[in-house]
């Protein structure tokens, strides 16, 4: 994935040094369309998704409405976010060794080699054409694993971590119309999935297999010095439910329906339960971790993987709950849903 001659190569000092390579495949092309930034779709349409999710179950119909081929190479796509309706932002990482297993033996704290590879940030036009491709890490950063991201109206959200469990991430804040990463916290523990509350303005992040969910308070020092150590989280807490290791996670809001608590909603899978690969999309409380709402999916991409395999969004057209999928690596297909009306809680 990674091009032999790029277009545009910068070095930024920002809170901290970054080799951010960008890649420009349509020229002229602005990366965010409108002249400000648009909202979120799934908070500012909080309270609309939840009525929406609540009547949803095992008997729901899905209504594939599109299907759109997202253009060239992407690696393992591992988190979107829908900005306008013209534009998708895409985490994917290039991998260009892979780790191997210590075999059982735990060394340093972990479980496997680091392996090799790069983080990017891709740009998407609706009709899947590549508008840029933004490489965030430089040869030979052991923490070039990008995983689920946030977009909050302002910025988008992302941690780039080592490629294995119990290791070390640093968190970014990513500007989607030059694509500049600022560096404002590092963390002893491999991070993935990210939401920022925007009413709290704290993070909150999961580590390796969505197990644990760490809070971050954010402040402004943050984004004017780099980050010296690691950073610890105000509390973690252990995900109680087994159902689904979310894989991208975006924050919802503060709904009525749950008394005004912080929600997010998350997509994700399961793997080896009775040889068989279980997907989920879930309202997770962001304090507890406790999923207060959840729903199996069983839809599958033309190349047979789960569609809640890595990224996803959230969105209600025309009254109806849809949703975005991308779960293929390499060449990617976004499958985009409508859960079609029927009776709430039918089974």
């Avoid at 949803?56 to 591992?78: A, D, M, Y």
């Avoid at 590879?117 to 030979?140: C, E, M, Q, S």
């Avoid at 950063?141 to 971590?161: F, K, M, Q, S």
């Avoid at 999923?291 to 057209?317: C, H, Q, R, Y």
Wanted: aromatic residues 10%; proline residues 6%.
């Amino acid at each position: 994935m990674r091009a032999s001659t790029l277009s545009a190569a910068l070095v930024l000092a920002a809170s901290s040094a970054h080799a951010l390579n960008i890649t420009i495949t349509q020229k002229g092309v602005p990366f965010v369309s409108s002249p400000t930034n648009p909202p979120p779709f799934a908070a500012s349409q909080c309270d609309k998704i939840v009525e929406k999710f609540n009547t949803l179950g095992r008997s729901t119909v899905w209504n594939l409405v599109q299907k759109t081929p997202f253009q060239g190479e992407l690696g393992e796509p591992e988190g979107m976010v829908r900005i306008g309706e013209d534009r998708y932002f895409v985490s994917a990482g290039e991998y260009t060794s892979k780790t191997v297993s210590y075999n059982g033996t735990i060394i340093n704290g972990t479980d496997r080699t680091a392996g090799s590879g790069f983080a990017h940030l891709v740009v998407f036009d609706n009709k899947g054409g590549r508008i840029a491709d933004a490489t965030l890490t430089a040869p030979g950063d052991l923490e070039y694993h990008n995983g689920g991201i946030d977009y909050d109206g302002e910025y988008i959200w992302a941690t780039l971590a080592q490629y294995r469990p119990n290791t070390t991430a640093h968190f970014v804040r990513i500007n989607p119309r030059t694509l500049e990463p600022t560096t404002f916290l590092r963390a002893a523990d491999h991070h993935g999935g990210v939401v920022h509350d925007t009413k709290t303005d704290r993070l909150y992040t999961l580590n390796w297999g969505a197990r644990n969910a760490s809070t971050w308070q954010l402040n402004s020092k943050m984004f004017t010095q780099p980050p010296t150590g690691f950073t610890k989280p105000l509390n973690v807490v252990r995900n109680p439910s087994y159902y689904a290791d979310y894989q991208d996670c975006k924050f919802l809001g503060h709904p009525k329906a749950y008394n005004g608590r912080g929600m997010m909603i998350c997509s994700g899978v399961t793997t080896n339960i009775f040889n068989s690969t279980i997907g989920g999309i879930a309202l997770v409380d962001e304090e507890t971790m406790v999923p207060v709402a959840e729903v199996p999916i069983t839809m599958k991409s033309d190349l047979g993987t789960l569609v809640t395999m890595n990224p996803f969004d959230v969105d209600v057209v025309n009254d109806r709950l849809r949703v975005y999928f991308l779960p293929d690596q390499h060449n990617s297909t976004l499958y985009v849903y409508e859960a079609l009306p029927n009776s709430p809680y039918e089974y």
